[in-house]
Nanobody, 118 residues
């Protein structure tokens, strides 16, 4: 049974920080790219950040310099450190796991709400 569980969301202040975590089970985590996506009301779901099994990272232009993605393969966890928050970061954030060797190996967490007040 594949399970991805996000945590760490909640209320944040503009200029403040939040740290999101993704705990994975039932997946071959070490062979997968782990990513964070977000979806705000009325908007399409978008990639926020991703990290490959080799540690290469990719960020949306809107979060570069503010957010940092990381992973701990020994613990099957991924994190998103969110600094310098602004109200535009308000969204539901989703953890995603994709195999780098099998396209059909693609899983999502249930999402966690992040709300940033001005």
């Amino acid at each position: 049974q594949v399970q991805l569980v996000e945590s760490g969301g909640g209320l944040g202040q503009a200029g403040g920080s939040l740290r999101l975590s993704c705990a994975a089970s039932g997946v071959i985590f070490r062979l997968c790219t782990m990513g964070w996506y977000r979806q705000a009301p009325g908007k399409q779901r978008e990639l926020v950040a991703a990290i490959t099994s080799g540690g290469s990272t990719n960020y949306a232009d809107s979060v570069k310099g503010r957010f940092t993605i990381s992973r701990d393969n020994a613990k099957n966890t991924g994190t998103l450190q969110m600094n310098s928050l602004n109200p535009g970061d308000t969204a539901v954030y989703y953890c995603n796991i994709k195999a780098e060797w099998l396209a059909s190996y693609d899983y999502w967490g249930q999402g966690t709400q992040v709300t940033v007040s001005s």
